[in-house]
């Protein structure tokens, strides 16, 4: 589970965050590279697409820096990060035809370049009940609402708070525990089969 | 389902963060254990949550940090050039409509003033048509100035914008010198109007 918000006091990174809106670019960067893990999962499970999320990701960021001018030092930066990203990849979801996910692609030089392929040192039934699994999350995920998937993504995947996730997702304490508790129990039916 | 196993249904996401008062996880605990349903149910939510947590996470590529810093850059130095576009454009708009106010003001009012004041033949008439000479003695600058402003705005020179945008006040000045002008003007027209008899 990605928990910045507990590997790092919020001193310290509202301080990277006052230092980045100052201009400071290696405060930003600091900031960038501890979050990138946590938001690219994020923009993932809650997009559905590993190709978009790399890029949705950026975008957040981008829009984190552009942003940071309005931001208040006294509050912590995930939910303020987190709102960002989530108003981000629900603008995509809203725009977004069918996605498709390319096993081989060309980049920029014209040279073919894979997917990472998965780890080999599993063995066979392993890999296997492990791809399984993973399409059975992302079934899960995507059989919810996407302001439930956002919720619950945040407080088991992120670690946020529920306090934080309500702020994040602009909603309601109340309204943020119902959508987790039926966002697991989703996920308790999708995954029946494995547990 | 008993009622009771609902009541713990109801309590087992509490469970599972392990937020229930001393009593209530005594009482689920103590239910878990008499009713294999509810054990069974609630082991499997945890086990869905834990796999669900566990669950590897997409690794950024190599070059996310340094892609993210190149985009953030460009963005805002694309932000920096709308911002001065903007203010030049609002600059430029000022200029224009200050220009233009200056020169209907006194095309328009300027004779009709002067007529309108002299006709009330009184001491602060007369003042007044004063401050109209003085006003018309700078008027051909300010018609000037307006010609320059618009060159300049034309020109685009971030240094003459600022300087419209400085100068607002002025233009301010003019359009409340225009209006006050003009009511005097229509105040004495109405003097100067016949009574209207109502028979």
Known sequence: METVSSLDSPESENGLARRAAAGEEAAFEELVGRYSRPILDYCRRLVGDATAAEDLAQEVFVKFYLALSSFDPSRAVSPFLYRIAHNHCMDWLRKKKVPTVPLVWEDEDGGAREVEAPDSSLAPDALFERAEVARAIDEALASLPPTYRSALIMRHRQGLTYEEIAEALDTPLGTVKARIHRGREKLQQKLAKYV | ?199
Request: glycine content about 6%.
């Open chain 2, 1 to 199: 389902m008993a009622e009771k196993c609902v009541k713990i249904k109801e309590l087992m996401a509490e469970a599972l963060e392990g937020a229930l008062a001393p009593e209530a996880q005594a009482a689920f605990d103590g239910h878990l254990v008499s009713c294999p349903d509810c054990r069974r149910r609630y082991e499997a939510l945890g086990a869905a949550v834990s796999l669900f947590e566990a669950a590897p996470a997409q690794e950024p590529s190599p070059g996310f940090v340094a892609e993210v810093m190149r985009r953030a850059r460009r963005a805002r130095a694309r932000e920096v050039t709308l911002r001065r576009a903007y203010s030049w454009v609002t600059a430029s708009a000022t200029a224009a409509v200050a220009a233009g106010a200056v020169v209907f003001g006194q095309r328009v009012f300027g004779p009709r003033l002067v007529s309108a004041l002299k006709a009330l033949a009184s001491p602060g008439a007369a003042a007044l048509v004063d401050v109209w000479r003085v006003w018309q003695a700078f008027a051909l600058p300010a018609k000037a100035f307006g010609k320059v402003a618009s060159t300049l705005a034309t020109a685009g020179s971030q240094w003459a914008a600022e300087g419209l945008v400085a100068s607002a006040p002025a233009y301010a000045g003019a359009f409340v010198a225009i209006a006050a002008f003009y009511l005097i003007w229509r105040m004495g027209r109405l003097r100067a109007a016949p009574p209207v008899s109502l028979v």
